[in-house]
């Protein structure tokens, strides 16, 4: 048989690490400014409904977000982003098991605010057709349940990548474990704002 028929090798050629840091930290901020602008459109059409309130129907029989599971879903999400950054700094300095264990829990968290929106859903009072106001919570918290959901499997992934390592004696990478964090942080702080207009307001 000729050598022409034989197929040829793969070869996966890695860059040198300081680049795919540098990759990845550019991948967060513009993830980043994608949810901002996912998000920019209920903002404004929270803004402008209840700034014209046509014949009333903004917030009819003064219809309000339960507190109390907005401000589950908030803490569930800001202790998710907490662990996220104790387990990076973890990471920084050397200790890989406790970073993946504060990786795992950071990732029970972040599910718990996901399920947390499910069981609200189930509770509410009101559905999307029931004025401006709560059609706007209804997207708003959904969407955002979604984007918090896939930032999960994207932590999932780096959590289950960094159990596998653990075998061969190298845990998870730095860069993506401080993307994740970064934009789970700033999932957070919408999160925080997503409380303040939906529930407070």
């Keep these: 048989m000729s050598d022409v028929s034989q197929p040829n090798p793969l070869v996966m050629e890695s860059g040198p690490p300081e680049l795919q840091e540098r990759n990845t930290w550019v991948a967060s901020r513009l993830v980043v400014s994608s949810t901002v602008f996912l998000f920019l459109p209920f903002l404004f059409g929270y803004l402008y409904l209840a700034s014209l309130n046509n014949a009333g129907l903004w917030r009819p029989h003064h219809l309000h977000g339960p507190l109390r ?5 908030m803490l569930a999400l800001a202790l998710s982003a907490v662990l996220l950054s104790w387990a990076s700094s973890e990471l920084a300095q050397g200790r890989e098991p406790r970073s993946r264990w504060l990786s795992l829990a950071a990732l029970c968290f972040g599910l718990a605010a996901v399920v947390l929106q499910g069981l609200e859903y189930a509770r509410l ?3 999307p057709a029931d004025g401006g106001f ?4 209804v997207g708003w918290s959904g969407l955002f349940a979604l984007v918090v959901l896939g930032s999960m499997v994207w932590l999932e992934m780096v959590v289950a990548a960094a159990f596998r ?4 004696g190298s845990g998870a990478s730095a860069a993506d474990l401080n993307a994740l964090g970064f934009y789970v942080r700033f999932l957070a702080g919408l999160g925080a704002l997503t409380f303040v207009f939906l529930y407070l307001i």
């Design 69 to 73: 599971w907005g401000l589950a879903i």
């Design 165 to 168: 390592q653990a075998r061969h």
């Design 134 to 137: 709560a059609s706007v919570f």
């Design 125 to 127: 009072d009101f559905g």
